[in-house]
């Protein structure tokens, strides 16, 4: 089942009812689910190799934490922070400032940014050991399976 676009996220604590949060494809609903985006949210930067290192640290702690109070909404907005890290430092290694696109709609033409790469190559470490940890995708299967 895909993230469920329809709820009402102003209102709702995914920590208080996690039986609402779908895990969706990849990083939907990032924005969105509370109190997790609140959390995480003002750790999550790219800008340097130095910023996305303690960000993407400080982001898999958090993810550790959420782990520790079995809680598996948090982990899994962690990892959709620490993806969300590694897919928008790619976009910043490819196009400067960040835009694929020119103002006719045309896809620009890339320029490789080696120090976002560094950047995204930081956050891809960390959002790949917690996309494989075990107690992760079983918690993540419970889930899926009880909630949809």
Same mark, same amino acid.
Request: charged residues 40%; hydrophobic residues 30%.
């Given at each position: ?8 996220? *102003? ?10 949060? /779908?895990?969706? /494809?990849?990083? +939907? ?10 959390? &995480? ?5 790219? $800008?340097?190799?130095?910023? %996305? ?6 982001? !898999?702690?958090? !993810?550790?934490?959420?782990? $520790? +109070? ?7 907005? %962690?990892? @959709?922070?620490? +993806?969300?890290?590694?897919? /928008? %430092? /790619?976009? #910043?290694?490819?196009?400067? =400032? =960040?835009? $694929? ?10 320029? &490789?940014? +080696? *120090? ?11 959002? @790949? @050991? ?7 995708? *079983? ?6 399976? $009880? #909630?949809?």
């Amino acid at each position: 089942m895909g993230f469920d676009y329809s709820l009402d996220f *102003e209102k709702i604590d995914f920590r208080e009812k996690p039986e609402l949060y /779908r895990v969706g /494809r990849g990083e +939907q609903g990032v924005l969105l689910v509370e109190p997790y985006k609140g959390e &995480i949210l003002p750790h999550w930067r790219f $800008k340097t190799p130095e910023i %996305a290192r303690e960000s993407s640290e400080k982001i !898999y702690e958090m !993810y550790l934490e959420y782990k $520790k +109070q079995d809680d598996f909404v948090g982990m899994d907005m %962690a990892r @959709k922070f620490l +993806q969300m890290g590694y897919t /928008r %430092a /790619r976009r #910043y290694t490819n196009y400067k =400032g =960040g835009r $694929k696109y020119d103002e006719d709609g045309n896809v620009k033409e890339r320029q &490789i940014d +080696q *120090e976002k790469a560094e950047s995204a190559a930081i956050f891809e470490t960390l959002w @790949k @050991k917690v996309r494989t940890d075990e107690e992760y995708l *079983e918690k993540k299967k419970v889930h899926q399976k $009880k #909630y949809g």
